[in-house]
């Protein structure tokens, strides 16, 4: 099938324009929300897609209508050869935009490079400013090798640089006004999100959840915020701080989800492709590839694997229905 030909439509009648692509479920950091301390249970190198592998996969979904690609892991800087596998996805007709997510440490020394090799915007974790409180969350990460790394995407050109903030009260929710200073200091787009039952890390996260509904009426009495707007396709909802260029995003997949709306699903490093970041339903394309399926068939399995997709998840309802940690699925 060609593009433009095609659609690619779940049963709800959203177009799936975005794959969220998984190149590693290891990283260098252990966020407690989203990988368990001492966690060694990481998908076997055998079993990662290769990049010729992945990049038939993503050819056939760029055939259906698919324009975004996001790199995510783990952390995708951790895969060795990168931007090798950037440079092909680029090369892909119908890919408009590639982007990668990102904690920044190793952007000190691969910024340019993924730059060059044709990553069009980052966004970096970052839930806090305080070096000590950022090695408790990261489990011994160095917020020096953070604040570096943001340096030199900027000097790379890398833009718009996205700054995603896991709002946690009794955590940060002290410190959102300090992040907001930096980010217009810096010329970065701040986003918060609200934590999310995935996994036993990410349901424990949830004891110090924040209604981001608040944090947009606290943030409203000391900014003047005006609706925003700003490229990408993933779900926040953007204001702009009056008279700056500063944009702040907030992501609620608890307090206002946002499914009537999703574009996306997510592939794993092992080729796995799921369907909904809060349901199990999934599609196993690792072993299809390898038995040898035609460019056409593989096409069809997605075609029929989008009808898996439910029409919201069940965060709310359900909290224990996603046993894979964040970090397996990808960001």
């Known amino acids: 099938m060609s593009q433009g030909k095609s659609t690619l439509t779940d049963n709800f009648g959203r177009e799936i324009k975005y794959v969220r692509l998984s190149v590693t479920d290891k990283c260098n950091m252990r966020c407690f929300y989203c990988m368990p301390k001492g ?53 892909l007709d119908g890919i408009d935009d590639l982007s990668l997510s990102t904690n920044a440490s190793l952007l000190g020394r691969y910024a340019q ?25 990261t489990g011994n990460g ?48 701040l986003r918060f999100i609200e934590t999310m039952p995935v996994g036993s890390t990410g349901r424990d996260a949830t004891n110090h959840y924040l209604d981001l509904q608040d944090v947009i009426k606290d943030l409203k009495q000391q900014f003047d915020l005006i609706p925003g707007i700003m490229s990408g396709g993933g779900p926040a909802k953007y204001y702009k701080v009056r008279n700056t260029d500063l944009h702040i995003g907030f992501i609620t997949p608890i307090s206002q989800h946002f499914c009537e709306s999703c574009n996306r699903v997510r592939l794993s490093v092992n080729g796995t ?13 690792r072993p299809l590839l390898r038995a040898g399926i035609s460019d056409q068939a593989l096409e069809k399995v997605i075609i029929s694997a989008i009808q898996l997709k439910p029409e919201k998840h069940e965060f709310n309802e359900n909290p224990d229905q996603v046993v894979r940690f964040m970090s397996m699925t990808g960001g």
Do not use: H
């Open 39 to 91: 966690m060694k249970d990481f998908e076997t190198p055998e079993n990662w897609l290769t990049f010729d592998e992945i990049e038939r996969v993503i050819a056939a979904f760029a055939r259906l209508g698919v324009s975004r690609v996001r790199l995510t892991g783990g952390e995708p800087l951790v895969r060795k050869g990168l931007p090798q596998l950037i440079a092909q996805l680029k090369a």
């Open 113 to 137: 490079d993924i730059k060059d090799a044709g990553i069009d915007r980052i966004n970096v974790s970052l839930d806090t400013l305080k070096a000590d409180q950022f090695a408790e969350i």
């Open 142 to 189: 160095k917020l020096e090798e953070v604040l570096e790394g943001l340096q030199a995407a900027k000097k790379a050109g890398l833009e718009p640089v996205k700054i995603n903030t896991v709002a946690m009260k009794g955590i940060n929710d002290d410190q959102l006004t300090d992040l907001v200073s930096y980010c217009a200091e810096m010329g970065f787009t």
């Open 273 to 285: 492709l799921y369907l909904c970041l809060g349901d199990e339903n999934k599609l196993e394309l």
